[in-house]
């Protein structure tokens, strides 16, 4: 272990890094962005080889308290990698989905979308997806 490391339980302090400040925003360019749509169903797979994005969903219906399930494709993707993704509520009835990444491998993801309603609905969901690349 370096010496400029200590334990503190279930990590490690780093003295050199306690607080980090950002004056402004942190993300990723225009560049490494991309919007991808799906083409025939929910579960259809879509590639977006960019580091963040949208994916807009099919607008099939989904049954209530009901999941559905894609393989989002990326070759920017590696398993230390961690991918947060959300629902952009413009298009998708608002507190209406769940959506999470269910499981990951490098170069693809599983994405899970979950109807929370108690009712069927057919929207063209959009998913914002970015990847914090690790070392």
Not at 19 to 33: D, K, L, P, R, V
Not at 54 to 71: E, K, P, R, W
């Amino acid at each position: 272990m370096p010496s400029n490391t200590q334990p503190i339980g279930v990590a490690y302090a780093d003295p050199e890094v306690t607080t980090i400040y950002a004056s402004q925003e942190i993300g990723y360019t225009s560049a490494a962005q991309t919007a991808v749509t799906q083409a025939t169903s929910k579960s259809t797979g879509v590639t977006a080889n960019t580091s963040a994005g949208q994916i807009t969903m099919n607008n099939a219906s989904l049954a209530s308290s009901t999941n559905v399930t894609f393989t989002l494709t990326n070759s920017l993707l590696s398993l230390k990698d961690v991918i947060i993704v959300n629902v952009a509520s413009a298009n998708a009835t608002a507190g209406a989905y769940n959506a999470f990444v269910s499981s990951m491998l490098a170069g693809s993801a599983t994405i899970t979308l979950r109807n929370i309603t108690a009712g069927s609905l057919s929207e063209a969901v959009v998913i914002n997806f970015a990847i914090v690349h690790a070392a």
